[in-house]
């Protein structure tokens, strides 16, 4: 099909005189004298594109152009002036035109018309093409987003399932030690799950709040490793710091291992105690995670109690960090810092 040209000039035999012209070009032109003609003969029908000729018999070109760009228009306009007329030819781009032409007399002013449509018509498409990507590549992200977030689900829901099955294996078990393995096993998935399940609640799946995250893990990890014992309270004080979500599950690690230590060994058994947990963000883009009691303490460089395994998991996930644990001189009590840094977060 051709491309349709409106050609809007009140001279009728110039509009007859560019049906013949452009018609030989392969367009198909409907002219019209005046605005009014022009926004109905819009309303109508699609044009490819529209010609406007500057003085008109109540109004001119710009008022046309004003009124397409009020009503959203966003078709294609060529504006025609005069050889001395320069200015108006900047004042039409500044309002939305796409190209001019100088108005001449012969076969050279159509043909500079032709190049002028041509030309406006591809970049339009080109637009178009461009917005619809555009579209697409929203709608799939937030597709993705959508699975995403129901992967995490699904996920968080599996690892909450296994949880209560190993938490339900150590109830049921008369070794002291299995039941202290799986409680630790047990809150070592809570953490992970807790991390999925922050990922689906929030509107970003890609990082995660963490005092939000915070929050859950610590009651849970109280809950899962006092197996029938009130053990210290724990208390949390969290700045609202975001991570993304590979950095987020190793904070939570390591709070669960430094948490767990601290329920089992801070304090004699019987006596009373509260165990700590702050994340301060600082100026620097740096946070500040810290774990701390008022228990008997640990002397330095003294063994691990239990396997160890623990304290392997917390430098593992701290190197994953760039950081380290340091174990602050704490009188009485234990505090362990690790810096994270917040810079390469994304925003």
Avoid at 108 to 124: H, K, V
Avoid at 140 to 151: D, S
Wanted: with cysteine; proline share 3%; hydrophobic share 40%.
């Amino acid at each position: 099909m051709p491309q349709t040209i409106l050609y809007v000039d009140d001279d009728v035999a110039l509009g007859r005189l560019a049906q013949r012209s452009l018609g030989r070009l392969g367009y198909a032109v409907d002219h019209v004298t005046d605005g009014a003609a022009c926004m109905a003969a819009l309303q109508a029908r699609h044009f490819d594109a529209v010609v406007l000729d500057h003085y008109l018999s109540a109004e001119t070109g710009l008022d046309i152009l004003r009124r397409f760009r009020e009503l959203g228009y966003s078709v294609p306009a060529i504006y025609v002036t005069g050889s001395s007329e320069a200015t108006i030819a900047v004042d039409a781009l500044k309002n939305g035109a796409s190209d001019y032409v100088i108005k001449t007399v012969g076969e050279e002013f159509w043909s500079l018309m032709e190049s002028a449509l041509r030309q406006a018509i591809a970049t339009a498409e080109l637009r178009r093409e461009k917005e619809r990507a555009d579209q697409e590549i929203r709608l799939g992200k937030e597709r993705a987003e959508v699975l995403l977030a129901e992967v995490n689900h699904r996920v968080a829901n599996s690892l909450a399932l296994v949880a209560a099955l190993i938490r339900l294996q150590a109830t049921n078990s008369r070794d002291e030690t299995v039941r202290a393995a799986l409680s630790e096993t047990q809150a070592r998935i809570t953490a992970i799950a807790g991390m999925h399940r922050s990922l689906y609640t929030s509107d970003d799946v890609r990082q995660v709040e963490m005092d939000k995250y915070l929050s859950t893990l610590v009651k849970e990890v109280q809950g899962s490793v006092n197996v029938g014992s009130q053990g210290p309270s724990i208390r949390l004080d969290a700045d609202p710091v975001v991570l993304a979500s590979d950095r987020a599950v190793s904070v939570g690690m390591i709070v669960t291992e430094l948490l767990t230590n601290a329920i089992k060994y801070a304090y004699p058994p019987g006596r009373e105690g509260e165990v700590r947990v702050t994340l301060t963000r600082s100026p620097d883009g740096r946070a500040l995670l810290a774990v701390e009691d008022d228990g008997v303490g640990i002397e330095e460089g003294s063994v691990p109690k239990g396997t160890g395994l623990g304290s392997r998991i917390i430098r593992s996930m701290a190197s994953t960090l760039g950081s380290a644990i340091r174990y602050v001189p704490s009188q009485p009590g234990t505090r362990a810092e690790l810096c994270l840094e917040l810079a390469a977060e994304p925003a």
